[in-house]
């Protein structure tokens, strides 16, 4: 079964300093790999998506992640945090001909002055 | 302005009652889902729908139930079977293509508690 495992619960960083957030996924396929970000009692807002192509994709607000099938795995990477971007990411794997999203548990991000 | 929106922001509900959780989406997307968050769990799929007049169960469906009579709409009742209905409840909706490349947008969430 597919899984997507983020093994940081929380992460603090201090504001100017840079940022990666680690995403596992298990998947036989070729993944179709997601990042999306939630404010505190919010929805979900798409960071960025990985399909094909490219393995470096770039994001909204900065952000970018590297897809690396050897390592199966779709970090998030920015090189330098603000303040506003305190919140909680998740990584999914979409899988199926109709997409479904497997979510990891996501990761705190907390910025420090 | 093209969005999804879901209704109310928050949601009580009683001993035995059922409640109706409402996701409406003007994107003109052809699926829609519904999403369950719980703290440390990330999200897990409800149902999902690809087309109007059909659904499918997703990986916790037991004590819930959804129709999707319009293309727009797609809305979720959670009933008194449902033994622990308290969580943070995401409709999201894709443009249904069977290519599998899409991208999910979500609404911005209903919360339900139970008194």
């Known amino acids: 079964a597919q899984s997507v495992t983020q093994p940081d619960i929380h992460i603090t960083v201090s504001e100017g300093a840079s940022l990666e957030l680690r995403c596992n996924y298990s998947?036989?396929?070729?993944?179709?790999l997601f990042w999306y970000v939630q404010s505190p009692g919010q929805g979900l807002q798409l960071l960025l998506k990985?399909?094909?192509?490219?393995?470096l994709v770039q994001g909204i607000k900065g952000f970018e992640a590297e897809f690396k099938r050897s390592q199966s795995s779709f970090n998030l990477r920015k090189p330098s945090v603000h303040w506003s971007d305190a919140a909680e990411y998740f990584c999914?794997?979409?899988?199926?001909?109709?997409?479904?999203?497997?979510f990891g548990t996501g990761t705190r991000l907390l910025v420090s002055p | 302005d093209g969005g999804i929106t879901q209704s109310p922001k928050y949601l009580f509900r009683k001993e035995g009652q059922n409640v109706t959780l409402s996701c409406e989406q003007n994107?003109?997307?052809?699926?829609m889902y519904w999403y369950r968050q719980d703290p440390g769990q990330g999200l897990r799929l409800i149902y999902y729908?690809?087309?109007?007049?059909?659904?499918q169960k997703g990986d916790i469906a037991e004590g819930y139930s959804v129709s999707r009579e319009k293309k727009e709409s797609f809305p979720l009742t959670v009933t008194s079977a449902q033994k622990n209905p308290t969580a943070f409840y995401l409709c999201?909706?894709?443009?249904?293509?069977?290519?599998?490349?899409?991208?999910?947008?979500f609404g911005p969430g209903t919360r339900l508690l139970v008194l």
């Open positions: 999201a909706s894709s443009t249904g293509t069977s290519s599998g490349q899409e991208t999910q947008y």
């Open positions: 998947y036989g396929a070729t993944p179709y």
């Open positions: 990985y399909f094909s192509g490219d393995t």
């Open positions: 999914a794997v979409g899988h199926g001909s109709f997409q479904k999203l497997v």
């Open positions: 994107l003109n997307h052809d699926a």
């Open positions: 729908s690809h087309i109007v007049n059909d659904f």
